[in-house]
T-cell receptor, first 112, second 114 residues
Framework: TQLLEQSPQFLSIQEGENLTVYCNSS?????LQWYRQEPGEGPVLLVT?????EVKKLKRLTFQFGDARKDSSLHITAAQPGDTGLYLC????????????FGTGTRLQVTL | ETGVTQSPTHLIKTRGQQVTLRCSSQ?????VSWYQQALGQGPQFIFQ???????GRGNFPPRFSGLQFPNYSSELNVNALELDDSALYLC?????????????FGPGTRLLVL
């Protein structure tokens, strides 16, 4: 059974600070996805990465995929209160069913 | 706004009862998945339906069952509720399958079992 560990579990920072959260898998990712979940909402897809070593940017968010496809990081530059939420990494396995296996999550709080 | 809706938003049941949760997907989304998210955890895959047939199941007992209808709505049924079933239940729908697939999640139904 694949295990996805995320660190840190909790992060509280002030507006304008930079941060990095990490995701490590016990096995190679099929397709790595990052989600953000806000209170009272379902997870929303931020990015999908498939190729080892891939780097994707989404405004102030930078996603890196490890060369061995077993780890990933999400870096946020100049955090804003709107970045507050639960950040989840997930492996999308497209076998008979397209199944998402989620990590434990990093809860981010950005204050003014 | 993902175009996926769920009802009810909150529900309180007692142990041993049965519950039905509902999901309405975007038109054209033939795949619907259900996930259970316990407090402080990431979502866990329950099962998936494709064109009204179950095509995959996670590590959940048979008392968790589902239905998918031709009008892009679906149901999750849980029998003989246990205290540990208290969680946020999410449905997610998708149009295309593959490594670049996007699953669109609803806001969830929060179930409390007393």
């Amino acid at each position: 059974t694949q295990l996805l560990e995320q660190s840190p579990q909790f992060l509280s920072i002030q507006e304008g600070e930079n941060l990095t959260v990490y995701c490590n898998s016990s096995s190679v990712f099929s397709s790595l996805q990052w989600y953000r979940q806000e209170p009272g909402e379902g997870p929303v897809l931020l990015v999908t990465v498939v190729t080892g070593g891939e780097v994707k940017k989404l405004k102030r968010l930078t996603f890196q995929f490890g060369d061995a496809r077993k780890d990933s990081s999400l870096h946020i530059t100049a955090a804003q209160p709107g970045d507050t939420g639960l950040y989840l990494c997930a492996d999308l396995n497209t076998g008979t069913a397209s199944k998402l296996t989620f990590g434990t999550g990093t809860r981010l709080q950005v204050t003014l | 706004e993902t175009g996926v809706t769920q009802s009810p938003t909150h529900l309180i049941k007692t142990r041993g009862q049965q519950v039905t949760l509902r999901c309405s997907s975007q038109s054209g989304h033939n795949t619907v998945s259900w996930y259970q998210q316990a407090l402080g955890q990431g979502p866990q895959f329950i099962f998936q339906y494709y064109r009204e047939e179950e095509n995959g199941r996670g590590n959940f007992p048979p008392r968790f069952s589902g239905l998918q209808f031709p009008n892009y709505s679906s149901e999750l049924n849980v029998n003989a509720l246990e205290l540990d079933d208290s969680a946020l239940y999410l449905c997610a729908s998708s149009y295309e399958r593959g490594l670049q697939e996007t699953q669109y999640f609803g806001p969830g139904t929060r179930l409390l079992v007393l």
